[in-house]
DNA sequence: GTCTATACCACGATAGAC
DNA sequence: GTCTATCGTGGTATAGAC
């Protein structure tokens, strides 16, 4: 019966306001724009909260990255191994492994019930994050699904370059985190139409031809060119 | 004389320095991590020179982006009217658009003498950039560029719907600023190798055959796809 | 007009009482 | 666990020297 009681105040109610304030307001305000004050504030928990349960600002934002991008990690080994099984010893198409890896990120886009959308975007903002923890953070906890992926490509693309097929990866997880994290500003200088931003579907249509169709483009270019004058 | 002697100290040497600084330092720290107070002593002014010269921290983010944003931009306009111009009234190839938007960004990172690299980085960032006035500034230095890049993709490329040509001309932008501003870390992500990473001729081949290929992919995916058990 | 010295309030972090 | 007081540092504003 106490146990039953206890479950209804989780044992770090605090940490999980904190760190849902914070997300939040990150992604309003920036990392270093979102003043302690103001995140204690809006999650109705004292200044000193933040220290005491994360140490500090650094680790708080550790802490809220780790939260959503340890498990959306984990989903994306588990997808492929998942789709290697299923192939046999057949190599997978190109557009199977995107779709995998994308899948994780536009699931967390639709799910309304948790601050995905938010999380997504703050994700973009950290990869061009300046010499803060935030960066050597991001860059460890993509390593692993990094170098999976990467393995299954080069099964997938035998015939493209070692070299040549970092690079394509480089260009494909920068359309890709650039899309999802866009701001509205941003999406205005492309005319983009808001309603059909967030619709989960069409998007991974369209990032997977677009995506697909670069990673397997010839190593020069296709269309004609003149010589300039 | 006396003329020539004032040539000698600029008129708005400070500015100038206070510029300078900023742009290496921005890059560095970031735009809230690189204190007034770092900056200033960088560049050798008093504190205060910055709020005399222009007006506030924003303001001089803003003219540090304009300094070297506006005449790119202009660059990019005249390169693709030149373009059009010696085409007659042909269409041009995707391939000649996408590399006369490219190559103003690979001059800027091949151009030793001022802090090119660091710029071209810089922008990359702003991208990101939460609520502060530097969002909206991008968007509207960069909306008649785009504008203008829209239109001339558009004539490129007749077939394509222009709901579709939005988003691709997105995700070419996207990978374009992501590809330029990464730091050392995301690179680290993909496993590039670091010499080559401003080699600015073969990053137009490899950028122009990967966002060409993109943008004139077919609506649906090329390769095959099974049913995911 | 340019530049400097300095005062002001808000921020992140910490120590210690409760 | 929580709160208050406090410290060093941040951006900003202004008065006055040159």
Not at 142 to 149: G, I, K, T
Not at 152 to 158: E, G, K, S, T, V
Not at 181 to 205: F, H, S, W
Request: with cysteine; hydrophobic share 45%; glycine share 6%.
């Amino acid at each position: 019966m106490t146990q039953t009681l206890r479950a209804l105040k989780p044992p770090h109610e605090t940490r999980t306001r904190i760190l849902d304030a914070s997300e939040e307001l990150f992604m309003q305000h920036g990392f270093e724009g979102a003043s302690m004050r103001l995140l204690t504030a809006k999650a109705g928990v004292n200044l000193a909260a933040v220290n005491y349960h994360f140490g500090s600002k650094d680790a708080l934002i550790e802490a809220v990255f780790r939260r959503r991008l340890d498990p959306m990690n984990a989903e994306r080994i588990v997808a492929l191994d998942r789709l290697e099984k299923s192939a046999g010893g057949t190599p997978l198409a190109p557009a199977e492994i995107i779709r995998a890896f994308l899948r994780t990120s536009l699931a967390m886009i639709e799910d309304s019930r948790c601050g995905g959308r938010n999380f997504i975007r703050l994700l973009g903002r950290a990869y061009t994050e300046p010499s803060k923890p935030i960066r050597g953070l991001i860059g460890q906890l993509y390593a692993p699904v990094m170098e999976r992926y990467k393995a299954a490509f080069a099964r997938a693309l035998p015939n493209l370059p070692g070299e040549e097929l970092v690079w394509r990866l480089h260009f494909m997880f920068g359309t890709l985190s650039y899309t999802l994290a866009a701001t509205d500003t941003v999406q205005l200088i492309a005319g983009c139409k808001p309603e059909d931003r967030y619709d989960a579907k069409l998007l991974e249509e369209r990032l997977t031809a677009f995506l697909e169709a670069g990673l397997l483009a010839p190593l020069g270019v296709q269309s004609t060119v003149r010589k300039a004058a």
